[in-house]
């Protein structure tokens, strides 16, 4: 049972995030604005009515302010509660409470201000040559610098909202940017999983998820080619193993067939072919097991040589090779195989004797075979897969080539008539001798 990944999504997280960011941004800025509107809107009004009081003084009359014909010089502001009081804080003339905190405070001679009954008061005493003999007491209501207050929070809310709602949509957008080029990955990834190896994640803008699907697109092309290869080999493989099969039971049913066979020789060259066959599939393992490259030794080239010729009873096949071959860094399963499908090769399609010759080349070791054969047709491709082996040299080939490029050689086809099969490897660090001239 596949159990579903869990998590937040990358769209919902990039959401909460900005808009997280956004709104505590506000706040941190709103909320210390908000408090210092009611302090400022407070002060502003104080020192309006500061200024009103100071007017209303200076221009109180000299009269004795206890005269109860006296008024209030007109031009005073609309909506302001003005009264004149004595030093002791009694009202005289005009509006205001009959006793005021306020007003008492000012026979020091100086303004000041209060919140009294609901009323933001100021009051200035009356300019005289002498002490305070009264107090101008000027008063709005206070209630109508909160609704002030109440308004600019009101409108500062509104700009807050439309602050986190842009920020809200721009998350938005770029969640779905962020997100778009990741699903898309992530449907390529289960494309891939299904067997497409053509996946290519198109340009989003965003480096890193670009980067990561020009990996993705990279490891697509690799493992498609890894399975191609993998495919190719198996079926050469069954060709190579099913070729020598097919040989060896021949070789018993023609015995069999006919009255005079040497049964014991037919016997004898079935089990050559059986052991060929056997170490065709422990090398071929060996290959599949270690992906070519199983053999950390560095390989003796001669050695190997005088081994497959020794094991190739009854062939006419001459190894030549040099004193002092160095050894080449290639696997021994790898290179057996191809110097066994190059004879085999040459012992079904060519004619005359077979020859093997070595040379040392400096940098790597060739390795080539030939036969007196009337070779390769002019136009043919000997290293294509022909499924029909009577048209060209079958598909042995093409597994020869493929395992002699994957341990970093070549085989090429030098001449075509006669034919002429050069395998190419390169030669190990550690040059080292041979076991010497072999020829057979």
């Known amino acids: 049972m596949t159990r579903e990944p869990g998590g937040t999504p990358l769209r919902r997280r990039v959401l909460v995030a900005m808009v997280g960011v956004a709104s505590l941004a506000v706040v941190l800025f709103a909320v210390p604005l908000a408090l210092s509107l009611g302090t400022l809107y407070r002060d502003e009004t104080a020192v309006s009515l500061g200024r009103d009081a100071a007017w209303i003084a200076a221009n109180v009359p ?37 006793a005021s905190k306020v007003v008492r405070n000012s026979v ?22 002498e002490r305070v003999k009264g107090v101008v007491r000027v008063a709005t ?100 193993l099913r070729t020598r099969l097919t040989a060896t039971l021949l070789g018993l ?9 040497d049964l014991r020789a037919a016997i004898e060259t079935a089990l050559t072919r059986g052991e060929q066959l056997r170490t065709t599939v422990e090398d071929l393992v060996r290959l599949t097991r270690d992906g070519g490259h199983g053999d950390a030794a560095p390989l003796d080239v001669v050695a190997l040589l005088n081994d497959i010729r020794d094991d190739r009873h009854g062939e006419a096949v001459t190894v030549n090779v040099p004193i002092g071959l160095p050894h080449v860094a290639a696997s021994v399963a790898a290179v057996r195989q191809v110097v066994q499908v190059l004879l085999d090769n040459a012992t079904e399609h060519g004619a005359g004797e077979i020859t093997v010759d070595a040379a040392d080349l400096g940098d790597a070791v060739a390795i080539e075979v030939s036969d007196r054969g009337p070779g390769i047709p002019e136009g043919v491709d000997p290293f294509v897969r022909r499924p ?26 030098r001449a075509s008539s006669p034919p002429v099969f050069s395998l190419l490897l390169p030669v190990s660090q550690a040059r080292t001798g041979s076991r010497g001239h072999a020829a057979s």
């Open 141 to 240: 209501p206070y209630d109508t610098i909160e609704r002030r207050v109440h308004k600019s929070w009101m409108l500062m809310g509104g700009l807050a909202v439309v602050v986190v709602g842009l920020a809200a949509a721009f998350a938005l957008s770029q969640a779905a940017r962020l997100a778009r080029p990741l699903e898309r990955l992530t449907r390529a990834a289960e494309a891939l999983g299904s067997g497409d190896f053509s996946i290519r994640a198109p340009h989003s803008g965003v480096l890193e998820a670009d980067v990561a699907g020009q990996a993705l697109a990279a490891t697509a092309r690799r493992l498609g080619d890894v399975l191609a290869r993998e495919r190719a080999f198996s079926v050469d493989v069954s060709h190579q």
């Open 62 to 98: 000299d009269e004795p302010l206890g005269n109860a014909s006296m008024a209030l010089p007109s031009g005073v502001p609309h909506g302001l509660t003005v009264g004149v009081y004595s030093s002791e804080g009694k009202l005289l003339y005009g509006h205001g409470p009959a």
């Open 253 to 261: 049913e023609s015995a069999l067939a006919r009255p005079d066979a």
């Open 388 to 413: 029909d082996a009577r048209e060209g040299h079958g598909i042995g080939l093409a597994l020869a080539r493929s395992l002699a490029e994957a341990e970093g050689g070549r085989l090429v086809l």
């Open 108 to 129: 020091d001679g100086r303004p000041h201000e209060a919140v009294e009954d609901g009323y933001l008061a100021v009051s200035a005493p009356v300019p005289t040559d």
